[in-house]
């Protein structure tokens, strides 16, 4: 990109891309965009200068397109690619999100996910984060140091490898390696080790969902890989051909097999596709679930979680999980325990009470009504 030449030929690709409609533009692994001798090559001050003359091109062009920036590295540095606010990537990925969701489930607890929510930081109100799961990568570790100790780390390698997922590793400086990534699809990470891996389980798609659902309403935008949204299971058989781990989340799938799956309500992809098609249909219709929304984390026993989302126009909507194979009572906010009325947003019942109990991996979306 020091080269004049390159740097117009990018721009230009960029350009076309704006003008043939594109909405938002990835920027992949952008943090080493820059190469310079005797350095790592990574966040380098003339990365984010190309970032900026980027977006003040496509600015000047007058097309409605959003930067997206990947870069798999702590949330500090993540959140650099900002810039400011106005002048570098509109969005960035929130890679601690997936790894904390698969350690809250292995572990039944999430004191670790409420205290990172807590903390995180919404540095500018035009800037979003992308809340995901599952890719056509692996699962980020790296995100997770310093959120959780390398035990639980190891413990959840562990497990993804007793599904028979790959932990793919990273060479440190010290000539030593520690994991990179985990590679497995996100559907087959819900199993429990020992179970029988070619069946899908009610207890499996439940704990799909909490993790999903949890994404559909988190501050910040979803980004959902079409395999979740199909129900795919990892294609082993890709990685043993090539040897490559990321493949188990790429498989090409063939249109006239998956419309009739999908039309079979026997079979799984037919469930997980119906009941995401009724989350993402509830989300577009509540402003509460809207982007930049106002997000409040609240108290909520052990192995559960709880958030409070608040539109600018005073829509409410308070999400709970539950993380754990126990059922769980969540108490209702102290401020609207007594004047809410709480509608089941997937199934329309209404509720007054101070408490309300989550089954084993259930999730539930309360739209909050104030009596006046």
């Given at each position: 990109y020091a080269n004049p030449a390159v740097l117009l030929a990018i721009l230009s690709i960029l350009l076309k891309y704006?003008?043939?409609?594109?909405?938002?533009?990835?920027?992949?692994?952008?943090?080493?965009?820059?190469?310079?001798?005797?350095?790592?090559?990574?966040?380098?001050?003339?990365?984010?200068?190309?970032?900026?003359?980027?977006?003040?091109?496509?600015?000047?062009?007058?097309?409605?397109?959003h930067l997206v920036s990947e870069t798999n590295v702590p949330h500090t540095e993540n959140i650099s690619y900002l810039g400011d606010g106005n002048n570098e990537a509109h969005i960035v990925y929130n890679f601690s999100l997936a790894p904390l969701l698969l350690h809250s489930l292995y572990s039944s607890d999430t004191e670790a996910l409420k205290e990172w929510a807590l903390k995180l930081d919404f540095p500018y109100p035009n800037t979003h984060f992308l809340n995901f799961t599952a890719s056509h990568d692996g699962i980020g570790v790296t995100p997770l140091n310093g959120l959780v100790s390398n035990e639980n780390i190891q413990?959840?390698?562990?497990?993804?490898?007793?599904?028979?997922?790959?932990?793919?590793?990273?060479?440190?400086?010290?000539?030593?390696?520690?994991?990179?990534?985990?590679?497995?699809?996100?559907?087959?990470?819900?199993?429990?080790?020992?179970?029988?891996?070619?069946?899908?389980?009610?207890?499996?798609?439940?704990?799909?969902?909490?993790?999903?659902a949890l994404i559909l309403s988190f501050r910040g935008l979803p980004a959902i890989y079409y395999h979740g949204l199909f129900g795919s299971r990892g294609w082993s058989e890709g990685v043993e051909l090539s040897g490559i781990p990321r493949r188990v989340n790429r498989e090409k799938l063939n249109i006239t097999e998956l419309e009739a799956e999908l039309s079979d309500p026997k079979s799984i992809r037919y469930r997980i596709y119906s009941i995401y098609t009724e989350l993402l249909t509830i989300r577009k219709q509540e402003p509460a679930f809207s982007p930049g929304a106002g997000q409040r984390i609240l108290k909520s026993p052990g192995g559960g979680f709880g958030l409070m989302r608040t539109a600018e126009t005073g829509e409410q909507v308070l999400s709970l999980y539950n993380f754990s194979p126990d059922w769980l009572e969540f108490d209702i906010p102290e401020d609207i325990q007594d004047t809410a009325i709480l509608t089941d947003l997937r199934t329309n019942s209404i509720e007054r009470k101070s408490r309300h109990t989550l089954m084993p991996y259930g999730m539930v979306w309360l739209k909050v009504l104030m009596d006046n």
């Open positions: 704006s003008q043939r409609g594109a909405k938002y533009l990835r920027l992949d692994a952008i943090a080493y965009l820059w190469k310079k001798l005797d350095t790592a090559c990574i966040h380098l001050p003339e990365t984010h200068t190309v970032i900026q003359v980027i977006r003040k091109v496509l600015e000047e062009s007058q097309m409605p397109v413990d959840i390698c562990r497990r993804v490898e007793e599904l028979g997922g790959h932990v793919s590793m990273k060479a440190i400086p010290d000539g030593d390696s520690v994991p990179y990534e985990l590679n497995i699809n996100w559907l087959d990470a819900m199993a429990i080790p020992g179970d029988n891996s070619e069946e899908v389980t009610d207890e499996m798609i439940n704990r799909f969902f909490v993790t999903q």
